[in-house]
Structure formats: structure tokens, C-alpha cells
């Protein structure tokens, strides 16, 4: 399985749509954990930058970084998402 942006958004929409049918107000996100998640992760070839980039991008006005690595990527970046 190939890893990359799109498979990241593809998860993360199916993450926010699970939440939606289950009346979530909110879904938290940790990065280390959703790129496991995902696949690729740990290894030498993550997608780690990748990862954190496409979580950052699909937040909407409401949503919160909750915790962030000192450089804005890494295992740690912890998002809300507000569902709609």
C-alpha cells in the first residue's frame, strides 16, 4: 500500500464521517496514532511531514491544534476537529 496525502484525507474523511453518524461534537487527532493507522508507521520511509501537513489542511475555522512538536510535525500534533 502506497502512503500519501491522498490516503491520509481519504482516512481522515472517513474518520469525520464515523464521528458524524455517531453524533460526535468532536474528534480528537493524534498524529503518531492515525499515521499507524494509516501504515507506514514507525519506519524509515514514514510520511510523518506528510501526515501533519494534511491534518493542518483540513482543519476548518473552529477546529483547534490541541498540542504541537516544537517544529509542527512529528508524532505528537494533536488536533479537534469540530464535526459539522
Excluded: W
Excluded at 484525507?9 to 453524533?23: G, Q, S, V, W, Y
Excluded at 493542518?56 to 464535526?83: H, Q, V, W
Amino acid at each position: 500500500m502506497i502512503v500519501n496525502a491522498e490516503t491520509f484525507r481519504d482516512e481522515l474523511t472517513r474518520i469525520f464521517n464515523k464521528a458524524k453518524e455517531e453524533n460526535k461534537e468532536y474528534v480528537d487527532v493524534i498524529s503518531g496514532d492515525f499515521h499507524r493507522q494509516v501504515g507506514g508507521y514507525p519506519s524509515a520511509n514514514h510520511k510523518m511531514p506528510t501526515c501533519c501537513d494534511v491534518m493542518k489542511g483540513m482543519m476548518n475555522p473552529k477546529d483547534k491544534i490541541i498540542s504541537e512538536p516544537p517544529k509542527g510535525r512529528g508524532a505528537t500534533l494533536k488536533i479537534r476537529y469540530f464535526i459539522e
